[in-house]
């Protein structure tokens, strides 16, 4: 008999959610689903783990299954936002390893600039489980942290605020694929939803497949950069399950 996994449920849903990807010079990129260091970033930070515990961070990630489907697409596509602000020679700004930063030389020629996109009134189901499940921390620590995180919680940039508790439930399944078919989609009817999943949780062949790729989503937690490629399907998920 094929084992049955348990899945917590997240909602990613707000006004604007962002789900970042390679990035090249000053091009904030977003994808249509999050990525693995994302979710590992989002559990990170309800446990309440600090920014420097790469170890922790790293290991979240090595234990990271899940698989994640689109409850809407916007028919708008992705909202721009460009970043233009002026840096004086003496200007300081805060910098993500915790010191402040500066220019260098006297001369100053043009502002600094920065591209993002968003995606906006956005959601996307992610069904997600830790392998070892009997190791710290397990899902029912992640479950009472997304219920009462340790700090704001925030899908991919900081601007980018949930609209809805981000824990909707939990489901039991043999694989990623058939998680998110088990789980309702938000509004109760039955849908065929774009989605994504690992090549081993789900099917790789078939209708309900549109492409196999390398997905460039890990991330090396001590060096900050980015940690490699795993093996992913995109394709569609039929919902079977009932409201929730």
Known sequence: MTPEFRWLILRLEGPLIAFGGVAIDQVGVTRDFPAASMLTG????ALGLERTNSAGHQALQDRLIFAARRERENPFGLITDMQNVHLEKND?????????????????GSPHRRQRF??????????????APDMQPDLDTVAKAFDRP????FIGRKACIPSAPI?????????AYEALRRTP??????????????????????????RILALP?????????HGGTRMIVEGFITVTGVSR
């Open 150 to 153: 340790a700090r704001p919680l």
């Open 118 to 131: 968003f995606h906006a009134d956005a959601c996307v189901t992610v069904a997600l489980r830790l392998e």
């Open 167 to 175: 824990l909707s439930g939990e489901v039991t399944a043999p694989s």
């Open 92 to 108: 300081r700004g805060w910098t993500t390893y915790g010191q402040p930063e500066g220019r260098d030389g006297a001369s100053y």
């Open 42 to 45: 989002l559990i990170a930070n």
């Open 185 to 210: 989609s938000i509004d109760g009817e039955n849908e065929t939803m774009r989605a994504l999943w690992p090549l081993t949780e789900g099917p790789n062949e078939g209708s309900q497949v549109h």
């Open 217 to 225: 989503d890990l991330r090396n937690w001590k060096t900050g950069l």
